[in-house]
């Protein structure tokens, strides 16, 4: 009772009805008064006229007439009037003795009637606006539904802010919105899953034409040269091992997408994995004469996976080793301070141009002009989503000549 005592619309109802019956009752009080005082104005005219003709029959009776209408009468002398006007034909279930009394009967009778009839209208008209709307927001409900059934998933309700039609309203409107939502990011997937699986055609189909023409030319025996032979070997070694790392790259990254990597997190000094990633691509700056440093002003512990962080690590690196020309520098600086850890990774290379910075975190995206046109298009990718999986995030800052700055940082707060 109590929970349906707090609906708004049921109080509304009750309220209302409660307005509409006081002013009924107002409107049935005034009538009755008005009423009461007419047969009470009949009454007296009626006394009046008998005391009249009693006193014009025996004027040495005056007083006692007027006294016998104006005094209270005892008990005995209503008992005997009772008697005597029963003798006459005068019946107390009827108002047949005085015509105001009739009047003032017959007039009661009317106006309760009429009374109620007008309450009843009232409560009809009011009942059936009230839960009319009521049945209104309904049937909007229901015709929403039907909209989002066939494909209107956009379809938002009026919100009705109280009470349980809001509380629908707000519940529909959350699950249009989810739906939505759902459909999109399903939409999003399906485009994605297709530019993927496009991408990883292309990438794959330059690898598998070379392996298919150098397996052709060794099967026909065209090529009598062993060192034409080799080299023919040795480029399809390097094919496939393109190939190999593509396909575990891939791999790795569709583990990170759906969530499906369990990451080992130990607290770790954040320097000595940047410091392993670096000795890893040691042949790679090392041929191009490039120094690569590393400063930390204290050592910086932090909760990550340091297999995971190492990869994320070495492919930003290398990316800085590849768009940095020979005899060029590398700066590495890892900062502590109490709610982060920052590493900040540093060249002084070819940078990138404004129209590329937007989408180098994007995969598969390979940019144009100085970039290095064997790039699959995959490592920062995938730096940026173990970074994001390891509770960090990471930033770029460069310009066409002026080098490039990768800035990673992991919050404390937001480890487990």
């Known amino acids: 009772m109590k929970d349906i005592l707090k609906n708004p619309e049921i109080m509304k109802v009750l309220q209302l009805n409660f307005i509409v019956a006081v002013i009924f ?11 009461a005082i007419n047969a009470n104005n009949g009454l007296i005219k009626t ?3 008998a005391m009249e003709t009693l006193i014009e029959a025996h004027p040495d009776m005056k007083d006692e007439v007027v006294r016998a209408f104006t005094k209270k009468p005892t008990k005995e002398m209503l008992e005997k009037g009772i008697e005597l006007s029963n003798q006459y034909g005068f019946d107390q279930s009827e108002y047949n003795l005085n015509i105001s009394l009739k009047t003032f009967h017959n007039q009661l009778i009317i106006l309760t009637f009429s009374i109620f009839i007008l309450y009843f209208l009232f409560n009809v008209l009011l009942i059936s606006s009230q839960f009319g709307s009521v049945f209104m927001k309904i049937n909007e409900v229901h015709e929403g539904a039907q909209k989002i059934i066939n494909g209107n998933y956009s379809l938002r309700l009026n919100d009705y802010r109280e009470g349980e039609l809001g509380k629908l309203s707000a519940s529909f409107n959350r699950m249009s919105s989810i739906i939505e939502n759902t459909l ?6 399906k485009i994605f899953l297709k530019n993927m699986m496009q991408d990883i055609s292309h990438q794959l189909k330059t690898p598998l034409s070379s392996l298919k023409i150098f397996n052709e030319l060794l099967l026909n025996q065209n090529i009598k040269d ?10 399809s070694k390097k094919q496939l091992d393109k190939m190999e790392w593509l396909i575990i790259n891939l791999l790795k990254m569709a583990r990170l997408d759906a969530g499906a990597i369990d990451f080992k997190n130990e607290k770790r000094s954040i320097e000595e994995t940047v410091c392993e990633s670096i000795s890893l691509l040691k042949p790679m700056y090392t041929l191009k004469n490039q120094k690569v440093s590393v400063e930390s002003t204290d050592k910086a512990y932090f909760k990550h996976d340091k297999k995971w962080l190492l990869e994320a690590f070495s492919n930003i690196i290398k990316n800085c080793i590849e768009h940095t020309g020979d005899n060029g520098e590398i700066k590495i600086h890892v900062y502590r301070s109490p709610i982060m850890v920052k590493v900040t990774i540093e060249d002084n290379g070819s940078g990138i141009s404004k129209d590329d910075l937007p989408h180098i975190f994007e995969r598969f995206y390979k940019g144009k002009g100085v970039y290095n046109k064997s790039s699959t298009g995959i490592g920062l990718s995938m730096a940026k989503s173990i970074i994001e999986n390891q509770g960090g995030f990471i930033t770029v800052k460069s ?9 990673i940082v992991f919050l404390y707060e937001q480890q487990k």
């Open 399 to 407: 310009a066409v000549s002026a080098g490039t700055i990768f800035n």
């Open 47 to 49: 006394n009046g006229a």
């Open 184 to 189: 999109n990011n399903l939409k999003e997937e």
């Open 25 to 35: 009752s107002l409107v049935l009080y005034i009538f009755l008064d008005r009423m």
């Open 226 to 235: 062993e060192d034409t032979m080799d080299e023919f070997l040795h480029e």
